[in-house]
């Protein structure tokens, strides 16, 4: 079955710098990668996603970039704020719609002001 | 749009009674809606596939008498925790999507302390 890698679990970076986290995937058929940002005690918020038709896809301070070839898709967020402070979720699906969602290991990103 | 709502928030119980955690799809309707469980700084495992108007599909592993899934209406889907135990606590968080080719939407979770 798919199996979903994410690296790195924890990463601190000073206010207005930049942070990626990568996400791997082992199922060549999963063609659908969402981004999930969870706040303490709340549920998981959808905050971007991509579709394995499109290498790169931008909104506003965050990007995810797709490489198929590789299976690996990364989540870069430019000028970080406080309030980006959070864990972060990559997961990877055989259809946007239909298939069950394979999740990382979460990333837990603290932004220092 | 696709908010997901879930009710309580929290919970606490003693060991041996059964608590029922509600899922609702407030502007949308879900045929199918998810219910995950999350251990403290773990990631997000699902638990079953919940499908209104039949019985859920259950992960391997997760036991279907004692996590009860009733998906009764096409906004509702409701998790029942029977005689709950302290390694039942846990954070649960349900989800849906508006439609085939739409993300999962997340509740807010509910977290479960059993005593």
């Known amino acids: 079955g798919e199996n979903v890698e994410q690296h790195p679990s924890t990463l601190s970076v000073q206010e207005g710098d930049s942070a990626v986290i990568k996400c791997t995937y082992s199922d060549s058929a999963s063609n659908y990668f969402p981004w999930y940002k969870q706040e303490l005690g709340k549920g998981p918020q959808l905050i971007i996603d991509?579709?394995?038709?499109?290498g790169e896809k931008k909104d506003q301070r965050i990007a995810v970039t797709l490489n198929k070839t590789a299976k690996h898709f990364s989540l870069h967020i430019t000028e970080t704020q406080p309030e980006d402070s959070a864990v972060y979720f990559c997961a990877a699906s055989k259809g946007v719609g239909t298939y069950k969602y394979i999740f990382g290991t979460g990333t837990r990103l603290k932004v220092l002001a | 749009g696709a908010v997901v709502s879930q009710h309580p928030s929290w919970v606490i119980c003693k060991s041996g009674t059964s608590v029922k955690i509600e899922c609702r799809s407030l502007d949308f309707q879900a045929t199918t809606m998810f219910w995950y469980r999350q251990f403290p700084k773990q990631s997000l495992m699902l638990m079953a596939t919940s499908n209104e108007g039949s019985k859920a599909t259950y992960e391997q592993g997760v036991e279907k008498d004692k996590f009860l899934i009733n998906h009764a209406s096409l906004t509702l889907s409701t998790l029942t925790v029977t005689s709950a135990h302290p390694e039942d606590s846990s954070f649960y968080i349900c989800?849906?999507?508006?439609?085939?080719?739409?993300?999962?939407?997340f509740g807010n979770g509910t977290r479960l302390t059993v005593t």
């Open positions: 991509i579709r394995s038709n499109v």
């Open positions: 989800s849906a999507r508006d439609g085939n080719n739409s993300p999962l939407h």
